[in-house]
């Protein structure tokens, strides 16, 4: 087949255009990092989730190990259910404990795992007991003014 | 008086018919061109033409707009988060505007009124000078040899440019925010890459770029086909087309906006 001159700027144009498409997925989008699906479930029960959202990153040492995939509220025990996708690389302990954590002050809510010292580890399905909820201000606020108050009637 | 309202009200009822008219008449022309677009797969070069055409030739004003707007988000962007104590998240503020929104928008704004004019004029043009009609008596399909190679070197070209604008944008944000400013390299991107989401972000502003190609071409051929075979005619078919695709781009932009950015 006969090579025009056009034929090398629509090539050039086209690989220009898919280069860039493959720079926003790899170098600006989240390709690289964990995808949920390669990896095992497990999920944890909260009494407050705060802002988590799904999608949120689960994070060990500040390491990212996996994604929240769902949030129900339990009907049953009127727990919010949260589960979490891991990736299939990390294992972790039984007794591992799960809490609600926020990076940086305005920053966004994050799982964040502390790995206890079972020798078994958690399996695809498991429910991590240990979980320590999200920090609501609100009520923070209303322990401290409780507090404070206790005080000044102590010294009185 | 009444004579004045009587002919006022016929005037709008006019322009309402004729527009609804217009409308059905480019919903039957939108069905030529697809169903004979059979032809400009079979003959690959038709499209190749056309790609280069639109795509190719429309590059240079694509890669220096998508540098500047990059280089004003981080301008921007750097002055509004520095305020907040929290320019490290430049890298996200750039990307995620121009990934889902000013990309494919602006692009096709640019498309639009680069290619898309040019489109009219041509289609315009020929069939002023009949050599559609010619065409027609020398029984070859104007729409298989013309008007789908030229649909789809758009709808192929339009999400490549959005890609390539949002690129250089983020490139450009890069050099002002990094390079100029120094916010830091590492937090620029991994902010930037925390953030910005494969399936949310990217492969919903290559959808809105493919629709905007789709509206933007289909726009162009039609007013193109439909102008009045006059130098006159066509100048008006052109200004149409560069009108109605930026406004067709937009009232897209905020339907597509709203279905795909809930719930996130």
């Known amino acids: 087949m006969k090579r025009t001159t056009v034929d090398l700027w629509v090539g050039v144009f086209v690989t220009a255009g898919l280069i860039a498409l493959f720079a926003l997925a790899l170098k600006v989008g989240n390709a690289t990092t964990v995808t949920a699906s390669n990896g095992y479930s497990v999920y944890a029960e909260f009494d407050n989730i705060g802002g988590l959202k799904v999608r949120a990153p689960v994070k060990s040492a500040g390491v990212v190990v996996g994604r929240v995939d769902g949030i129900v509220l339990d009907q049953q025990k009127y727990l919010a259910k949260v589960t979490v996708r891991l990736d299939n690389r990390y294992k972790f302990p039984k007794d591992t404990t799960a809490a609600i954590l926020t990076s940086g002050l305005l920053g966004e809510q994050y799982i964040g795992l502390e790995a206890g010292g079972d020798t078994a580890n958690l399996a695809p399905g498991d429910r991590i007991k240990l979980t320590q909820s999200a920090v609501v201000l609100e009520k923070l606020i209303g322990q401290f003014l409780y507090g404070k108050a206790a005080e000044g009637n102590g010294t009185k | ?264």
Request: proline share 3%; net charge neutral; charged share 15%.
């Open chain 2, 1 to 264: 008086m009444i004579g004045m309202m009587d002919k006022a009200l016929r005037h709008v009822g006019h322009l309402v018919v004729d527009g609804i008219w217009k409308l059905g008449t480019a919903g039957r022309f939108t069905g030529y061109v697809l169903t004979r677009s059979a032809d400009s797969l079979r003959r690959p070069q038709l499209t190749l033409n056309e790609i280069y055409f639109s795509g190719t030739l429309s590059l240079i004003i694509i890669v220096v707009s998508g540098m500047f707007v990059g280089l004003v988000l981080g301008l921007q962007g750097y002055e509004t988060l520095k305020r907040y104590g929290s320019a490290d998240a430049l890298g996200t503020l750039v990307a995620l505007a121009l990934v889902r929104e000013l990309g494919p928008v602006v692009s096709a704004l640019l498309f639009a009124s680069r290619a898309g004019s040019a489109i009219t004029a041509k289609i315009g043009i020929m069939k002023a000078t009949e050599q559609l009609s010619a065409m027609e008596m020398m029984a070859v399909d104007p729409f298989a040899r013309v008007l789908s190679p030229t649909f789809w070197g758009g709808v192929i070209s339009m999400p490549l440019l959005a890609a390539i604008f949002s690129a250089m944008g983020i490139f450009g944000g890069y050099l002002i925010g990094v390079v100029i400013i120094g916010v830091d390299s590492g937090a620029f991107w991994s902010q930037m890459q925390a953030n910005v989401d494969l399936r949310d972000d990217i492969l919903n502003g290559v959808i809105k770029s493919a629709v905007f190609g789709v509206a933007v071409t289909l726009i162009a051929l039609f007013e193109g086909y439909d102008a009045p075979p006059t130098a006159e005619g066509v100048s008006y078919a052109v200004t149409r087309t560069v009108v109605t695709s930026a406004l067709a781009v937009l009232a897209l932009d905020f339907i597509l906006t709203s279905f795909m950015f809930t719930g996130v």
